[in-house]
């Protein structure tokens, strides 16, 4: 059974802090990169954050030195630490696995998590 579960979203005023969690299923998440994503109202959903099955990861320019990804292949669970968060950064966070192109090859979405920063 295929399945992600996003969970840690919230309202937070600009500056503070949220730890996002998502689990997933061992089909996709065992041996994969693991990805956080976000989408925006009216905008596409972009790339936040990626980690390689042993860990090393790889951010986009927006998360670089705020954001802090993580996971525990144990727990088939997917971490991402949001520190000094902005209003800009008010959006959908999904997990997923990372593919190249997955923007048009990734066909299952959990539901997301909110996450809102006030100014």
């Known amino acids: 059974q295929v399945h992600l579960v996003e969970s840690g979203g919230g309202l937070v005023q600009a500056g503070g802090s949220l730890r996002l969690s998502c689990t997933a299923s061992t089909t996709i998440f065992s041996g994969n990169a693991m990805a956080w994503y976000r989408q925006a109202p009216g905008k596409d959903r972009l790339l936040v954050a990626l980690i390689m099955p042993g860990g090393t990861a790889n951010y986009a320019d927006s998360a670089e030195g705020r954001f802090t990804i993580s996971r525990d292949n144990a727990k088939n669970t997917v971490y991402l630490q949001m520190d000094s968060l902005k209003p800009e950064d008010t959006a959908v966070y999904y997990c997923?696995?990372?593919?190249?192109?997955?923007?048009?090859?990734?066909?299952?979405w959990g539901q997301g998590t909110q996450v809102t920063v006030s100014s």
């Open positions: 997923n696995e990372y593919r190249v192109g997955w923007a048009y090859n990734l066909d299952y």
